[in-house]
C-alpha cells in the first residue's frame, strides 16, 4: 500500500535580488516519516523551511503541504503544522501547564473525527518529560527544560506534520534520548510526518528514515545514512603492522579483508584499526564536493 505524500516540492526556487538562494530544490516526505535536511550554514535549509510553513513565498515553482499551497494557506490548514522554533518569545510569568492549557484552547474548533486537537496539557507535559516542573514559571526553567517546553507547544495542536529546527539544541545526552523516543512515537504511533533540520549527523542518523543534503542551495544527496555512506563516503580504511612496518588499505569490503589479513600474518600481525567510513564522512565530502562562490 503507498504511502500518503503530504509533502512535495518541485523545483523551488527563492531569489532574493540578483542571487538564488534555492536552486530547483525537489523533495518528497510521506505520512509517518521522518526526514532530515542537513547542510551548512547559508546552504537554505531555513528559507526552505519557511517557504514550507507559510512563512515566506517563493520565487519559482511548485510546493504542496498536506494538499494546499503554503502562500495560500488559512487557519484550518494552519492548525494541522506544528512548528518548533530555535528560539521565540513568551510570557516569562505563565506557569508550564497554564500556557500550554491556553494555547491548546485555539486548537480545538479544528478537531475532527479523526484527530481530536489539541492534546490534555498533563499528558502533553509528560510525554516531553516536564511533569516535576508543571506548576513552575518558564523564567525559572532551565535551558534543556525550556527546550521541551519549546517542543510541547509545536505539538499541542497534534500536527500533522511538524517542523523541527534544531530541535535538541541545549539538551542533555538524557534529554536528547528522551527526545528521540517522541519523535519515533510521533512518527511512528501518531502518523506525523516530521521535517527537521539538525547539525548533529548523528542525530540525523538516529531519527530519520531518509536524509537530505542540501549544499549552495541545492539537494545534492539524499537517502538512508546508510545508503548515502555506502553510496559516496564508500569505503573503510583499515590500518595495521606486520614486523615494524605500517601499511594502510582502502576497501569497501573490510570484512572480509581483515580475516585475510589474520589468515596471511596470524600472530604477527598488529596494531589492526578498521575506520568505517560515517555520516559525518559523506556529508563532508559532499559539502566540499558543491562549495560554490555566490
Given at each position: ?27 518528497r ?52 503544522l ?34 481530536q ?9 509528560e ?52 527526545f ?14 516530521i521535517?527537521?533540520t ?22 545534492v ?43 596471511q ?7 589492526l ?9 559523506t ?12
Open positions: 500500500m503507498t504511502k500518503e505524500r503530504v509533502l512535495e516540492v518541485d523545483g523551488l526556487r527563492m531569489r532574493y535580488g540578483a542571487t538564488d538562494v534555492l536552486h530547483d530544490v525537489t523533495l516526505a510521506h505520512r509517518g516519516e521522518v526526514v532530515a535536511l542537513l547542510g551548512p550554514n547559508g546552504a537554505g535549509k531555513t528559507t526552505t523551511i519557511e517557504i514550507l510553513e507559510g512563512f515566506r513565498l517563493r520565487s519559482a515553482g511548485r510546493v504542496e503541504v498536506l494538499g494546499v499551497d503554503p502562500a495560500h494557506g488559512d487557519e484550518k490548514w494552519r492548525a494541522r506544528g512548528v518548533v522554533l530555535q528560539s521565540w518569545r513568551d510570557h516569562a510569568k505563565w506557569r508550564v501547564r497554564e500556557l500550554l492549557a491556553h494555547l491548546g484552547e485555539y486548537y480545538a474548533p479544528y478537531s475532527t473525527a479523526a484527530i486537537r489539541p492534546w490534555d496539557a498533563d499528558e502533553l507535559i510525554a516531553v518529560g516536564l511533569t516535576e516542573h508543571a506548576g513552575q514559571k518558564i523564567r525559572t526553567l532551565s535551558g534543556g527544560q525550556r527546550r521541551r517546553l519549546d517542543v510541547a507547544i509545536g505539538i499541542v495542536g497534534r500536527p500533522e506534520v511538524l517542523f523541527l529546527d534544531e530541535p535538541t539544541v541545549g539538551f542533555d545526552p538524557a534529554a536528547r534520548h528522551e528521540h523516543e517522541l519523535v519515533q512515537r510521533l512518527a511512528a504511533d501518531h502518523g506525523t510526518t521535517l527537521l539538525t547539525h548533529d549527523l548523528d542525530e540525523a542518523g538516529k531519527l530519520a528514515d531518509r536524509i537530505l543534503i542540501l549544499a549552495a542551495g541545492r539537494i544527496a539524499a537517502g538512508t545514512a546508510a545508503d548515502l555512506t555506502r553510496q559516496i563516503a564508500g569505503e573503510d580504511e583499515v590500518r595495521w603492522t606486520v614486523d615494524g612496518t605500517r601499511f594502510v588499505r582502502s576497501t569497501t569490503e573490510s570484512t572480509a579483508f581483515v580475516r585475510g589479513l589474520f589468515s600474518y596470524g600472530d604477527s600481525l598488529g596494531g584499526e578498521v575506520r568505517r567510513a560515517s555520516l559525518e564522512d556529508y563532508l565530502t559532499l559539502v566540499r564536493q558543491n562549495e560554490v562562490v555566490r
